[in-house]
């Protein structure tokens, strides 16, 4: 079992609609977690942080946390073409300072 | 503020042959971390430094690869003697040493290709 899943893609949705991306996990002592989104060719940027169960906005992007069943997801509202890009998941165990990737789920939008 | 930046860009190189790479990190940040993405792979950790201490190298490969920061500013990663297996992106990332120290800045990344 890895120890982060990410369904790899790709997820394509129309331009408006809201993108929803899911990771699960496997280590039950993690604390904190990530989503990065990279496009071709460069680098992993942080969007969304989330450290405790429920929900934290910021703009069109909501991260859901949901440690009994290790789920965490990312949800993209009103997703445009620039939103295209393979979307991380990465978790830290509590304790360390070290994140395990997921190996990303691609998204499509199209117009 | 500039971000994490890294050179080169791209480096293609022989087997057997020796590669240094380089990342200098944001300002202020302590933290500094090594990461390598293998095609079609996930992202994997290498080395983690805080200023110039090597804080965790359990990613490290093998002996073949060597990690360093001197001054605890930039930091080089040198493989040598290269083998074809080493070929993938290298990604270098920084963090604050205090306050949000778990979120990661990373830098372009070198891509490396041993033939």
């Known amino acids: 079992q890895k120890e982060v899943e990410q369904n790899s893609g790709p997820l394509s949705v129309p331009e408006g609609a809201i993108a929803s991306l899911n990771c699960t996990y496997s280590?039950?002592?993690?604390?904190?977690f990530f989503w990065y989104r990279q496009y071709s060719g460069k680098s992993p940027e942080l969007i969304m942080s989330?450290?405790?169960?429920g929900d934290k906005e910021d703009g069109r992007f909501t991260a859901q946390l949901n440690k009994a069943s290790q789920y965490v997801s990312l949800l993209i509202r009103d997703s445009q073409p620039s939103d295209s890009a393979t979307y991380l998941c990465a978790v830290i165990r509590g304790g360390s300072y070290i994140p395990t990737f997921g190996r990303g789920t691609s998204l499509i939008v199209h117009p | 503020e500039a971000g994490v930046t890294q050179f080169p860009s791209h480096s293609v190189i022989e087997k057997g042959q020796t590669v240094t790479l380089r990342c200098d990190p944001i300002?202020?940040?302590?933290?500094l971390y090594w990461y390598r993405r293998v095609m079609g792979k996930e992202i994997k950790f290498l080395l983690h430094?805080?200023?110039?201490?090597?804080?965790?190298e359990s990613g490290m490969p093998n002996n073949r690869f060597l990690a360093e920061r001197t001054g605890g500013t930039y930091s080089t990663l040198k493989v040598q003697p290269a083998e074809l297996e080493d070929s993938g992106v290298y990604f270098c990332?920084?963090?604050?040493?205090?306050?949000?120290?778990?979120?990661?800045?990373f830098g372009p990344g070198t891509r490396l290709t041993v033939t």
């Open positions: 990332a920084s963090s604050q040493v205090t306050g949000k120290r778990y979120e990661q800045y």
């Open positions: 300002s202020g940040h302590d933290n």
């Open positions: 989330i450290y405790s169960n």
């Open positions: 430094f805080v200023k110039e201490s090597k804080q965790d």
């Open positions: 280590d039950r002592g993690s604390q904190s």
